[in-house]
């Protein structure tokens, strides 16, 4: 079975402070790709990042990194020096073999100014 | 259009009507999919057209919902007789490339239609 668990349904910091938002997986397969999305207010899913299972890499994009270890089964968000733009439900996402997209429950983040 | 479009943003309807959401994927991208986001929760898949062909509609909870992409670009997803368990955000998603060739690709949502049923 495929699942994805964001253990953490709400965050709240206050601005400039560093938060990481977590993220757990299960498959069985050994070709999979795992994703972040980021939905705002307006409600519209924006990607973040992609990552397939062969890539362990972290990756760094600005004020934004990403920790992938395998041996965890964890895809781990982390926005640096947070600011009140990043308020927003954070989705990660599991695709292993299928065009299916397996979703979390997502973490609602609140920066406070 | 630079991306994915739906329309209406915002439903309201009474139990049993009938409801029509359509969504402009982006030029040129050959698959588009369904999805349906509860509140509180994260989206789940409902159906994935490849062109005009539909190939997967596993996850349409009833046969109330039915989707259709006849000319392979503008999709609608209807919901017939709905039902207060059909509020939701109906989200559609578009893709350049077609599964199956690459797979994980990466996929592009739009805002979403929000629909409340009362």
């Known amino acids: 079975a495929q699942k994805v668990t964001q253990a953490q349904t709400e965050i709240s910091v206050v601005e400039k402070e560093d938060v990481t938002l977590d993220c757990v997986y299960e498959t069985r397969d050994t070709t999979y790709y795992l994703f972040w999305y980021k939905q705002p207010p307006s409600g519209e899913l924006v990607f973040l990042i992609r990552r397939n299972s062969f890539d362990e890499q972290n990756e760094i994009s600005g004020r934004y990194s990403w920790n992938f270890q395998k041996s965890t089964s964890s895809f781990n968000f982390t926005i640096t020096a947070s600011q009140v733009v990043d308020s927003a439900v954070y989705f990660c996402a599991l695709s292993s073999g299928t065009y299916k997209y397996i979703f979390g429950t997502g973490t609602r983040l609140k920066v406070l100014a | 259009g630079a991306g994915v479009s739906q329309s209406p943003r915002y439903k309201v309807a009474k139990r049993g009507q009938d409801v029509a959401l359509r969504c402009d994927p982006i030029?040129?991208?050959?698959?588009l999919f369904w999805y349906q986001q509860a509140l509180g929760q994260g989206p789940e898949f409902l159906t994935y057209f490849q062109n005009e062909a539909q190939l997967d509609k596993s996850g349409l909870p009833s046969d109330r919902f039915f989707a259709e992409r006849p000319e392979g670009s503008v999709s609608t997803l209807k919901i017939q007789r709905t039902q207060q368990e059909d509020s939701a955000v109906y989200l559609c998603a578009s893709s350049l490339l077609i599964f199956g060739e690459i797979s994980g690709n990466t996929i592009y949502f739009g805002e979403g239609s929000w629909l409340t049923v009362v």
């Open positions: 030029s040129g991208h050959v698959s």
